[in-house]
């Protein structure tokens, strides 16, 4: 009786106590998912000819949780390989405490939500104007200041010279009825959000 009730308090605390994010894997655990990808692939490949080419994931952006596919985690990060260094999206996942590649191109990182977008765009704004009076008399920098509003961040693209994300966004202003369609461009740095103005 007494070890039952101990289980149940426990186990109504634990219920109790909001769930941890996922962890995420870290920099050495997603070069090892790569290493173990290309010597998979070399040896589906199996030509007489092999040119050995060393792919490296050299920094790590950030990682979050796949919006495409559940249980899978997408990582940006930066590759060497041959001549050749990108940013690149790597789709993983957990297994048995092992992150492993997964074979799936086109993977998506989601941008900023539009609330941060919406914050950060605005911050922008206001340093630009502090900077540039003249900037204050540009409606559209009133605008961006106060009254525009971020009403959706669609989908974005890495780019793989930098690393930034270009995303196609709904904006909405007081002054048009009809929403704005543009493209915004963020950057993650240190796990937080960036604005990368044109």
């Known amino acids: 009786m ?6 149940l308090t426990a186990a109504a605390l634990f219920a109790a106590l909001p769930a941890q994010a996922a962890t995420m894997p870290t920099l050495e655990q997603i070069h090892a998912a790569v290493q173990v990808g290309v010597a998979k692939t070399r040896a589906k490949m199996q030509s007489t000819v092999t040119v050995p080419i060393a792919v490296k994931v050299t920094s790590l952006t950030g990682c979050q949780d796949s919006q495409e596919v559940p249980g899978e985690v997408v990582c940006l990060v930066a590759m060497s390989g041959g001549m050749r260094d990108a940013f690149m999206v790597l789709p ?18 989601a941008g900023p939500s539009p609330a941060e977008a919406q914050a950060m765009i605005r911050a922008w704004a206001k340093e630009e104007v502090a900077r540039n009076p003249e900037a204050a008399k540009d409606v559209q920098m009133q605008e961006a200041q106060s009254t525009m509003q971020v009403k959706a961040i669609n989908e974005c693209e890495v780019k793989r010279k930098t690393g930034y994300l270009v995303c196609d966004t709904e904006l909405s202003v007081p002054s048009r009825p009809e929403a704005i369609k543009t493209e915004l461009t963020f950057m993650l740095e240190n796990a937080n959000w960036r604005y990368v103005p044109r």
Not at 2 to 7: C, F, G, P, V
Not at 92 to 109: C, I
């Open 2 to 7: 007494r070890l039952t009730s101990l289980a």
């Open 92 to 109: 993983l996942r957990n297994e048995n405490g092992t992150w492993v590649g997964v074979e799936r191109k086109d993977a998506k990182f």
